[in-house]
């Protein structure tokens, strides 16, 4: 008998992605359990839920638990339905084709992992990907060159499309529901690498999601990146929690680079205000001081 999968699923306020998911995740070749979809959105989506071919669990939460509560939240509604596979998606992500959840099975099981993830492409342009790696030395976003590698053990971009062992979550915990957004897949992965749990991306299959292009910000003649998201919002969540992991985790070698890549890019852009908001955000959140509901942060 195959083993079981669930879906772990989060929106807010995207009908029309949710549409796109469901139908592609009822299109897999290999049979989807369940999908547990919590719904944190202005505007829920009950009814397209309920229509969809996909057999949902629609969980409603009236408070805005972010990407990490979120996840945590469906990951363990998925748990609760018994199936031993956890595949969890964003609202605005979906599986590139209908064999997709199938390779990764199989890959998984290739390679004896219990943790297994997609490339990452962007809409409308299957040849780039979303989200960069670093092949010899330097960042790319060629789909083409990173598929080569075939599979790329210790990497991967959480949290979208990876598959996960329902045992992995007793091991290392859910998303951390302090991070609320931007940081939180960091957190998982590296806590992965501490308990010795071998994961990695197999490149031969992917899913479409929203790119971060405009985020990567490369100084030093591309020696080194720094990256920027595109709003206050972003920009504080993400500052706040690469300070935090950074503290928590002892990354010294992010720490260099943090120090050393955010006041050039801020210098280069002449952007004191920024400076200033990343120096604040990234500081408290190594001391610790600055988590609690986005009403008390400002947002």
């Known amino acids: 008998m195959p083993d079981s999968v669930a879906v772990a699923a989060v929106t807010f306020d995207r009908p029309d992605d949710v549409k796109t998911l469901l139908g592609a995740l009822s299109a897999q070749t290999a049979a989807i359990s369940s999908v547990a979809l919590v719904d944190s ?7 397209i839920a309920e229509a969809s071919a996909a057999n949902v669990t629609y969980v409603r939460s009236e408070t805005n638990l972010g990407g990490a509560g979120g996840f945590s939240l469906a990951i363990l509604t998925a748990m609760a ?5 956890i595949w969890i998606m964003d609202d605005d992500a979906h599986p590139e084709d209908p064999e997709c959840l199938q390779a990764l099975i199989d890959g998984a099981k290739e390679r004896n992992l ?20 670093r092949i010899d030395g330097r960042l790319t ?11 790329l053990p210790d990497v991967g971009h959480f949290f979208n499309g990876a598959l996960i062992r329902r045992d992995v979550f007793f091991r290392v915990g859910l998303p951390d529901l ?15 690498r501490k308990a010795g749990i071998p994961f990695g991306t197999l490149t031969s299959v992917a899913l479409s999601h929203p790119a971060a292009w405009s985020e990567v910000n490369e100084i030093l003649g591309g020696r080194l990146h720094v990256l920027v998201p595109d709003t206050d919002f972003k920009r ?9 992991l ?3 985790h002892k990354r010294l070698r992010s720490l260099a680079a943090d120090a050393a890549g955010y006041p050039i890019h801020f ?6 205000r920024g400076f200033r908001a990343w120096l604040r955000a990234y500081t408290g959140g190594a001391r610790g001081t600055l988590f609690g509901p986005p009403s008390d942060l400002g947002f």
């Open 267 to 272: 210098a280069r852009t002449r952007d004191l």
């Open 81 to 85: 339905s018994g199936a031993e596979w």
């Open 141 to 151: 976003h060629n789909r083409a060159e990173v598929a080569k590698a075939g599979f």
């Open 246 to 248: 950074m503290w928590k």
């Open 41 to 47: 959105g202005k505007s829920p989506v009950q009814d």
């Open 178 to 192: 302090r991070l609320f957004i931007r940081g939180d897949e960091t957190d998982f992965m590296i806590r992965l």
């Open 114 to 133: 219990d943790v297994i993830l997609p490339l990452v492409v962007a809409p409308g342009r299957p040849d780039t990907l979303s989200f960069h790696f």
């Open 236 to 244: 504080f969540y993400f500052f706040r929690n690469r300070g935090h």
